[in-house]
């Protein structure tokens, strides 16, 4: 399975086709867009979300209700477009928008310069515009499709935020349900009510300051079976591709499974998992510090995923950056933008994750249908039982 994005953020739509999906699986319209919903949401979001309702078009690939087998296209309109027409037509550019919104002032920490240098572009708007995180609303809207696959499965996907600059918020074991219905509730979407305060409250005081603030997200996802990707070649190493895939998040800076770093710090009889087996439930682990994996394979125990986002680098009290016309020192040209997306992000990643599962189960149980990839399921958890 596959998929490719396209779209700029001021553009008309954002775009997504997805390759591989199995046929007769039921799409829910509704739990689509919850999802897209949902990563609107979050405390410290600037005005742009109050433009946009994201709501997606399925274009391809579905009839009355259950996808085909065909490619899936989706669509996303931009609201915000009607505002942008003569500065991002498609078309040859009008007269009076010569110089219009150009950049020409690279914000540090953003792909302007980068982009630009690399595509020879002199408006960094031309590099802004896809660089740009409005580009996840897709990854959110594939993620989405994926998820409704691992539901048939009895997979839950579940995140938190566990910090957000320098508040951390108490980590709960909860049950996955539980989990989903508080966070869902918060406006930066932890648990922790204390932290919750301290949060807002932090947010409020960077954008007082003109500044942004960065955080870590934890995804968890339960009901994957055993032995989802491969420990015999290293591109078939399913945590390396989660790794992957939230890496690719706009402005996330590392990842970590289970205890992660911390394991840098502790021997290995404090860190590895122990093994019991029961009847009932057959192997398990006592602990599960792995975070769900070993040998870049799952282990049937939850998969655990921290991801790191630096804070959003277009600020409104901007850094020192240099005009790429005159050379002269300048400060970084101020867009509009959010103080803090940590919470959304939190939401991306849930889903990037989710597609990275749902991929690594096809290839694992793969079939054309969702009754071929359900025998193929069967047989193997049969063959597990009787190991
Ligand atoms: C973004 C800048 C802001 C954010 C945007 C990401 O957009 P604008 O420039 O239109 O104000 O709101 O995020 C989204 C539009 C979104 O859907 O998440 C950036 O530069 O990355």
């Known amino acids: 399975m596959r998929y490719l994005t396209a779209g700029e953020t001021h553009g008309p739509q954002l775009t997504a086709i997805i390759e591989g999906f ?18 609107q949401k979050g405390y410290g979001r600037g005005r742009r979300m109050q433009i946009e309702k ?5 274009v391809g690939g579905v009839r009355h209700g259950k996808t085909t087998g065909a490619p899936i296209a989706l669509v ?13 037509g498609i078309e040859a550019a009008p007269e009076d928008s010569e110089g219009k919104r150009r950049v020409n002032r690279p914000r540090p920490g953003h792909a302007d310069l980068n982009g630009g240098l690399k595509y020879n572009q002199k408006d960094l708007r031309n590099i802004l515009e896809r660089s740009s995180a409005r580009e996840t609303t897709m990854r959110v809207a594939t993620g989405a499709v994926a998820r409704q696959l691992l539901a048939e499965f009895g997979i839950k996907v579940a995140g938190q ?10 980590r709960q074991e909860l049950p996955l349900e539980e989990l989903i219905r508080i966070t869902e509730e918060s406006p930066v979407r932890v648990v922790d ?9 932090a947010i409020d005081a960077a954008k007082e300051d003109g500044d942004t603030l960065g955080g870590i997200v934890e995804v968890i996802i339960e009901g994957v079976p055993v032995g989802l990707g ?3 070649q290293w591109d078939r190493k399913l945590d390396g591709k989660i790794a992957q895939a939230v890496l690719s998040i706009q402005a996330f800076k590392g990842v970590e499974f289970g205890i992660g770093f911390e394991a840098a710090e502790r021997r290995g009889s404090n860190v590895h998992d122990e093994i019991l087996y029961t009847e009932e439930g057959g192997f398990r682990r006592r602990t599960n510090r792995a975070g769900g994996f070993e040998g870049g394979m ?6 655990v995923v921290r991801g790191v986002m630096k804070p959003i680098s277009t600020l409104y009290k901007p850094l020192q950056s240099v005009d790429i016309d005159t050379k002269e020192v300048f400060t970084a040209q101020v867009e509009r933008s959010d103080t803090c997306a940590v919470p959304a992000a939190g939401v991306i990643m849930e889903n990037v994750i989710a597609w990275e599962v749902a991929n690594a189960f096809l290839e694992k149980f793969g079939g054309d249908s969702i009754e071929e990839i359900r025998a193929n399921l069967n047989n193997f958890l049969a063959q597990v039982e009787s190991y």
């Open 22 to 39: 199995p046929s007769n699986v039921t799409l829910n319209f509704e739990d689509l867009n919850f999802q897209l919903h949902r990563r």
């Open 230 to 232: 491969s420990h015999v």
């Open 161 to 170: 935020v566990i910090r957000i600059g320098d508040v951390e918020a108490q």
């Open 76 to 88: 996303v309109v931009n609201n915000d477009w009607k505002h942008w027409t003569s500065v991002m």
């Open 193 to 201: 009510k204390d932290a919750e305060a301290k949060m807002i409250a």
């Open 298 to 303: 799952t282990t049937g125990e939850q998969i």
């Open 54 to 58: 994201d709501t997606a078009e399925i």
